[in-house]
């Protein structure tokens, strides 16, 4: 009796995964929309599939790897990093999984970890570029209310190794994370005018 309570359990949130996850033909659509129009066909482009566990949906052929919105999520927010990235990406989502968040996800795992060589991350600056909004329409492929935010890492950079300023200004690039293994500039697009 309780095996098979375990079991239709099991098959039941199986079936709400695969009813709320978008086709992998959605989630590539979506994901590569945060990509330079021109490297779009070649990213790697990781996903869910109906399990709800992260999978690689379409190989790549350039630096590139894009990443599907998160279906459990309800905000929309894609990316795409070069591929140099990716261990300190998954080592990110890894720990996000284990409810390990924010600040104490960089400073006490992935920063120390950097800089004991056991998590590889490049000394020589990579982007990631983030598209967020309030949704994705799949029929007419566009993102609601979009916001396409540039972030470039440059591990270790200061504020006096780079000129950039440390204080947060929507429209200007900033230095995020200074003199950190996960330093990065920050450029987010001005905030759009207020609605009259």
């Known amino acids: 009796m309780k095996i098979s309570v375990l079991l239709s359990l099991l098959l039941l949130s199986i079936a709400a995964a695969a009813q709320t996850t978008p086709s992998a033909e959605d989630q590539i659509a979506s994901a590569i929309l945060a990509a330079p129009e021109e490297l779009r066909a070649g990213v790697a482009v990781l996903g869910y599939g109906a399990d709800g566990k992260l999978t690689t949906l379409r190989k790549g052929t350039n630096d590139l790897i894009c990443l599907a919105d998160d279906p459990k999520d309800n905000r929309f927010s894609v990316a795409c ?22 600040n ?22 990579r982007i990631l570029y983030v598209l967020s909004g309030k949704g994705y329409d799949a029929a007419s492929g566009k993102v609601t209310e979009g916001s396409l935010r540039w972030v470039i890492y440059v ?16 429209g200007e690039p900033w230095l995020m994370d200074a003199g950190t293994p996960g330093a990065h500039i920050m450029i987010s697009p001005p905030a759009p005018p207020p609605v009259k």
């Open 155 to 170: 591990p270790f950079a200061t504020a006096e190794s780079t000129g950039l300023s440390t204080k947060s200004k929507r």
């Open 104 to 125: 104490e996800r960089n400073e006490k795992y992935r920063w120390k970890e950097v800089k004991e060589g056991t998590l590889k991350m490049p000394r020589e600056p």
């Open 81 to 102: 990093y070069h591929k140099d990235l990716e261990p300190f990406m998954a080592r990110g989502r890894e720990l996000d999984a284990q409810g390990i968040k924010g």
